[in-house]
């Protein structure tokens, strides 16, 4: 990737359908990002570029948001180093975000740093890809970003009842096949009753069955 007397040239760099920008600079800007039809963005604003432990004072100064509706996003303020991903919405199908228009990111979840230095370093390397890298580097960013949804769905702790709704469906779609999933289980995990989320379910025409 290219730098400037800066730091990172804010290009985007495509891996197949996920395209990644990295942005490191004194001077703080506001995060830019290409918003293309049939797509989904990740911003993420920080202090300076992630370091690989990622340490509690990293991560206070750390936000991101995923979004499927741009016009969704909260306003960004300016950062001295962001992170953005682009890549196609279908990504997203599936795992209780559909209607939401933008979430904020856990910032704190087990899987958000080492994604958040893995794209970085996808952004910023300077060595040329072969196919085959990009292939998985593609499959490994869509994979990763679907975990780093899920786990902020999953740990919100101030969830309205459609939210609940939302996250139950992600917690089903990542447990697929386990046979300990069960509503109860799934009601516990959200720290809601099992009638409630059950009601959600009926409200919209579904059981959790």
């Known amino acids: 990737m290219s730098t400037s007397q800066y730091g990172y040239s804010p290009s985007a760099i495509p891996f197949g359908s996920v395209r990644v ?13 290409d918003a293309h039809a049939g797509e989904a ?12 432990q990622g340490g509690v004072h990293e991560q206070r100064t ?12 909260p306003s960004l303020l300016p950062a001295r180093s962001y992170l953005t991903l682009s890549f196609p919405a279908p990504v997203l199908q599936g795992i209780g975000l559909d209607g939401v ?59 309205t009842t459609t939210e609940d709704y939302s996250a139950a469906l992600s917690i089903i779609a990542a447990g697929v096949g386990d046979p300990e999933l069960t509503p109860a289980a799934i009601a516990a995990e959200l720290n809601t009753s099992l009638r409630s989320l059950q009601r ?4 919209r025409g579904t059981t959790m069955d």
């Open 101 to 159: 228009g933008a979430l904020a990111v856990d910032v704190g979840s087990a899987l958000f740093w080492p994604f958040l230095t893995f794209a970085w370093v996808c952004a910023t390397a300077d060595r040329r890809q072969t196919g085959l890298t990009l292939y998985y580097s593609e499959r490994l960013l869509q994979e990763m970003i679907v975990g780093v949804v899920v786990a902020s769905l999953r740990g919100d702790q101030a969830r």
């Open 41 to 52: 963005w990740m911003v993420i604003s920080l202090d300076r570029p992630p370091s690989t």
């Open 200 to 203: 959600q379910f009926a409200s």
């Open 21 to 33: 920008r990295a942005y490191s600079d004194p001077r703080p800007v506001v995060p830019a990002f």
């Open 62 to 73: 750390c936000v991101a948001f995923v979004a499927t509706n741009r016009d969704a996003l």
